[in-house]
Nanobody
Framework: VQLQASGGGLVQAGDSLRLSCAAS????????MGWFRQAPGKEREFVAA????????YYADSVKGRFTISRDNAKNTVYLQMDSLKPEDTAVYYC?????????????????????WGQGTQVTVSS
């Protein structure tokens, strides 16, 4: 599966952005999905995950209550709605996919569990 992330940009603190991750080549409903981010000088970190059927989601503590992951399997697209953005959210955001043979309600939170990655989209939040 090929992943294309988009929607990043430069915003001010408190603003919102919605990232999209469009998949091609395979049916997205067979894949659990996740978002990760990497800030300058830091390691890539987990942001959010969603199960194949969209019924289960999980968030890093740093974004819980501000970010919402969702998916539209009919459109082969996963979204990350980011509200109340903070300067510390500045990073390159990556979407990732893993073909899941487990329950459709299963999600993954570890980077090594994902085997397909998008190219990343830059999010910059100014104070």
């Amino acid at each position: 599966v090929q992943l294309q992330a988009s929607g990043g940009g430069l915003v001010q603190a408190g603003d919102s952005l919605r990232l999209s991750c469009a998949a091609s080549g395979r049916t997205l409903s067979n894949y659990a999905m996740g978002w990760f981010r990497q800030a300058p000088g830091k390691e890539r970190e987990f942001v959010a995950a969603i199960s194949r059927n969209g019924g289960q989601t999980y968030y890093a503590d740093s974004v819980k209550g501000r970010f919402t992951i969702s998916r539209d399997n009919a459109k082969n697209t996963v979204y990350l709605q980011m509200d109340s953005l903070k300067p510390e959210d500045t990073a390159v955001y990556y979407c990732a996919a893993v073909r899941s043979s487990y329950s459709a309600s299963y999600y993954y939170t570890r980077e090594y569990q994902y085997n397909y990655w998008g190219q990343g989209t830059q999010v910059t939040v100014s104070s």
